[in-house]
């Protein structure tokens, strides 16, 4: 499985971005999809996930509200909608994915990691 993600950039506070995850290779049908981001001198964190049967979704509290994970069947391809940016939301962000239930937060749960993509919220 390789996954691309892409869409990060320069944005001012409370504005918008969106993040995309091309999946592809043996993509089998029970599996979960999540973003996890980096903020520089911290330790990588959950931010959302979504089971691709079904389409639960999942966020970590800081996000919640704001951000908006979904999904593409035809496109194999997770977006992350970010609304609302705040400067502590700059970060690598990346995403990863986990075979079999349950959809976790858990970083370690997770199989399969793309290379990251910057996103900078200046105020």
């Known amino acids: 499985v390789q996954l691309q993600a892409s869409g990060g950039g320069l944005v001012q506070a409370g504005g918008s971005l969106r993040l995309s995850c091309l999946a592809s290779?043996?993509?089998?049908?029970?599996?979960?999809v999540g973003w996890f981001r980096q903020a520089p001198g911290k330790e990588r964190e959950f931010v959302a996930a979504?089971?691709?049967?079904?389409?639960?979704?999942y966020y970590s509290d800081s996000v919640k509200g704001r951000f908006t994970i979904s999904r593409d069947n035809a496109k194999t391809t997770v977006y992350l909608q970010m609304n609302s940016l705040k400067p502590e939301d700059t970060a690598v962000y990346y995403c990863?994915?986990?075979?079999?239930?349950?959809?976790?937060?858990?970083?370690?749960?997770?199989?399969?990691w793309g290379r990251g993509t910057l996103v900078t919220v200046s105020s």
């Open positions: 979504i089971r691709w049967s079904g389409g639960s979704t």
């Open positions: 990863a994915v986990k075979y079999g239930p349950p959809t976790t937060t858990l970083l370690a749960d997770y199989n399969y």
């Open positions: 290779g043996r993509i089998m049908g029970n599996y979960n």
